[in-house]
């Protein structure tokens, strides 16, 4: 089976940076698109960032766009989030997730994997 692992999560200020990684296993991932979902306390999931099988194409929620960056190393079979200017607004439980497709989703029901979480908490 397959397996998603986040990592990187944490207490950080308003301002700040993190890094999340996702590391898999079980299979390689690297001809399958990726994302990154979070979900707030009493909000549903929701998307942030997802990208293709090969990394040249992203795409990012709005409320992210200029402050995170989706990457992916598929020789390691690993995804990050790097988020930089962190806000009380992106306290979450963050989530990676995998397709059985290779082209760009933002689509929850694209992602048949699923990670446990990483929670990351934004303070003022």
């Known amino acids: 089976q397959v397996q998603l692992v986040e990592s990187g999560g944490g207490l950080v200020q308003a301002g700040g940076s993190l890094r999340l990684s996702c590391a898999a296993s079980?299979?390689?991932?690297?001809?399958?698109?990726m994302g990154w979902f979070r979900q707030a306390p009493g909000k549903d999931r929701a998307f942030v960032a997802a990208?293709?099988?090969?990394?040249?194409?992203?795409t990012y929620a709005d409320s992210v766009k200029g402050r995170f960056t989706i990457s992916r190393d598929n020789s390691n079979n690993t995804m990050y989030l790097q988020m930089n200017s962190l806000k009380p607004g992106d306290t979450a439980v963050y989530y990676c997730?995998?397709?059985?497709?290779?082209?760009?989703?933002?689509?929850?029901?694209?992602?048949?994997?699923w990670g446990k979480g990483t929670l990351v908490t934004v303070s003022s």
């Open positions: 990208i293709n099988w090969s990394g040249a194409a992203t």
């Open positions: 079980g299979r390689t991932l690297s001809g399958v698109a």
């Open positions: 997730a995998a397709a059985e497709i290779g082209a760009l989703t933002r689509n929850y029901y694209d992602m048949n994997y």
